[in-house]
């Protein structure tokens, strides 16, 4: 009896400890959310008046407009190729308001997906941006859009710094 009685104890225990640790990982991750929508809203807020009298639609789909019409003359960092380094430098430098866009990269090991592309802080969140997409004739710009389950977004990395020595001011 003594047995079963120390069993069930340690059952509760478990029970409430796990319920406990659930809890604080929750509260850590609304924490660390509510850090990040902080920063992007300050970051976002932070812009000019005059970049933000147009919709950032319209800003997405004016930059995606000259990165469509230069990309394939326009190597940024002398590779000798066109591919979506040129792009996402380019959408980046055509983007008027820097505080509200990013370089990012996504590797994805399970698909064999490896891309930069931009990510553009609109309504409340950052949303990656496919920049070659009106290129290819895609009218949707977002990246799940353009890359369906290949692209996984958890994987993206904000690697603007590395980028920006080719970005001409």
């Given amino acids: 009896m003594k047995v079963i ?3 069930a104890i340690c059952v509760f225990l478990g029970f409430q400890y796990s319920n406990y640790e659930k809890s604080r990982t929750i509260n ?3 924490t660390q959310n509510t850090s990040n929508a902080v920063q992007a809203s300050v970051r976002a807020s932070s812009s000019s008046s005059e970049v933000s009298r147009l919709s950032e639609h319209s800003k997405i789909d ?3 407009r ?3 019409e230069n990309w394939k003359k326009t190597d940024v ?3 000798g190729l066109y591919n979506c380094i040129d792009a996402a430098v380019l959408f980046y430098q055509y983007y008027p308001d820097k505080n509200k866009v990013c370089i990012s990269v996504n590797r994805n090991q399970n698909t064999g997906f490896n891309h930069l592309f931009n990510c553009v802080f609109t309504d409340g969140v950052w949303k ?3 920049p070659q997409a009106y290129a ?3 009218s949707n710009y977002l ?3 353009s890359w369906g389950n290949k692209y996984d977004k958890s994987l993206n990395r904000d690697v603007t710094a590395d980028y920006l020595k080719y970005v001409k001011r």
Avoid: Y
């Fill in 128 to 130: 990656a941006i496919e």
């Fill in 66 to 68: 000259m990165v469509a």
């Fill in 62 to 64: 004016r930059t995606l």
């Fill in 143 to 145: 990246m799940w859009a």
């Fill in 77 to 79: 960092n002398n590779d």
């Fill in 28 to 30: 850590n991750q609304v």
């Fill in 5 to 7: 009685i120390t069993i």
């Fill in 136 to 138: 290819m004739n895609n």
